[in-house]
Nanobody
Framework: QVQLVESGGDTVQPGGSLRLSCAAS????????IGWFRQAPGKEREGVSC????????YYADSVKGRFTIHRDNAKNTVYLQMNNLKSGDTAVYYC???????????????????????WGKGTLVTVSS
């Protein structure tokens, strides 16, 4: 049984940093595309970042480029999202997701696609507020 478990969400002030973790079981993350998505209250879910494990390519939403970094620890079978210079607009529930059928992220018109992700965690809440 595949499980993805996110952690690391918290309340921080604008300009602060957080590191989210996504620990996987039943699935080897170095053979799948793994992404981070977020959903703010009243808004649609959006792709934040994705890591392709065929060539290590990374993708970021324009709104987080230069501030967020995705990386993987194979030994821990865990993917991280380092978030720096957080803004109030980053407030959301953050989910990690995996596409077990493809090691490459699916990007269409610059948008990280969520429909290909078969496995999802339950999410972790990030609140950016002064």
């Amino acid at each position: 049984q595949v499980q993805l478990v996110e952690s690391g969400g918290d309340t921080v002030q604008p300009g602060g940093s957080l590191r989210l973790s996504c620990a996987a079981s039943g699935l080897t993350l170095d053979s799948t595309a793994i992404g981070w998505f977020r959903q703010a209250p009243g808004k649609e879910r959006e792709g934040v970042s994705c890591l392709s494990n065929n060539d290590g390519s990374t993708y970021y939403a324009d709104s987080v480029k230069g501030r967020f970094t995705i990386h993987r620890d194979n030994a821990k079978n865990t993917v991280y999202l380092q978030m720096n210079n957080l803004k109030s607009g980053d407030t959301a529930v953050y989910y990690c997701a995996a596409d077990p059928l493809d090691a490459e992220c699916t990007i269409l018109d610059g948008i990280i696609q969520d429909v290909v992700m078969d496995y999802w965690g339950k999410g972790t809440l990030v609140t950016v507020s002064s």
